[in-house]
Antibody, heavy 119, light 111 residues
Framework: QVQLVQSGAEVKKPGASVKVSCKASGYTFTSYYMHWVRQAPGQGLEWMGIINPSGGSTSYAQKFQGRVTMTRDTSTSTVYMELSSLRSEDTAVYYC????????????WGQGTLVTVSS | QSALTQPPSASGSPGQSVTISCTGT?????????VSWYQQHPGKAPKLMIY???KRPSGVPDRFSGSKSGNTASLTVSGLQAEDEADYYC???????????FGTGTKVTVL
């Protein structure tokens, strides 16, 4: 069965960077796109960007351009999301989510990773 | 890209129906048939309920249905059950520069 297992919770100071991983299993890693979505405490979902694990191409939401980097490691079937210049407003649960095609819905989700930004 | 607009809350008694709206613009909801709906229970990851406006993934009860008119999409939950109490989010393709935009979310309460 499809599994997306994310790395554990992180606590970071303002100005630092965080790198969250999402290890995929149960399907052909390079055949599905991966999105990253975040949710601040008590708030709604916010789309951050997408990576094509096949070639590594990415597309980021304008809000995160210049601050987010999504990468993948095909040898371990893992995608990564790195967010830099962290501020308190980046405190959120970060999710990875799989999609079949570029415009496909997000059909499978990771369990989420809480990132807390605090001095 | 602004979030799509949803009512903050909706409610209904068991067995009744509830409809949630999702209003965007001609650049997102109105321009494409790539509207999805997600259900999220507290502390859990979202779950896909509807995609491409009105299609249901395997395993989703047919009590859940979707539609669209102009710049507004809608999710209807018929025959409300206690387990339908959750937050619901719409999302839409919004063009090549912003592939995906979510709605503000609606909390559905089963009275």
């Amino acid at each position: 069965q499809v599994q997306l297992v994310q790395s554990g919770a992180e606590v970071k100071k303002p100005g630092a960077s965080v790198k969250v991983s999402c290890k995929a299993s149960g399907y052909t890693f390079t055949s599905y796109y991966m999105h990253w979505v975040r949710q601040a405490p008590g708030q709604g979902l916010e789309w951050m960007g997408i990576i094509n694990p096949s070639g590594g191409s990415t597309s980021y939401a304008q809000k995160f351009q210049g601050r987010v980097t999504m990468t993948r490691d095909t040898s371990t079937s893992t995608v990564y999301m790195e967010l830099s210049s962290l501020r308190s407003e980046d405190t959120a649960v970060y999710y990875c989510a799989r999609a079949g095609q570029l415009l496909s819905p997000l059909g499978d989700w990771g369990q989420g990773t809480l990132v807390t930004v605090s001095s | 890209q602004s979030a799509l607009t949803q009512p903050p809350s909706a409610s209904g008694s068991p067995g009744q129906s509830v409809t949630i709206s999702c209003t965007g613009t001609s650049s997102d909801v109105g321009g494409y048939n790539y509207v999805s709906w997600y259900q999220q229970h507290p502390g859990k990851a979202p779950k896909l309920m509807i995609y491409e406006v009105s299609k249901r993934p395997s395993g989703v009860p047919d009590r859940f249905s979707g539609s669209k008119s102009g710049n507004t999409a809608s999710l209807t939950v018929s025959g409300l059950q206690a387990e339908d109490e959750a937050d619901y989010y719409c999302s839409s393709y919004a063009g090549s520069n912003n592939l995906n935009v979510f709605g503000t979310g609606t909390k559905v309460t089963v009275l």
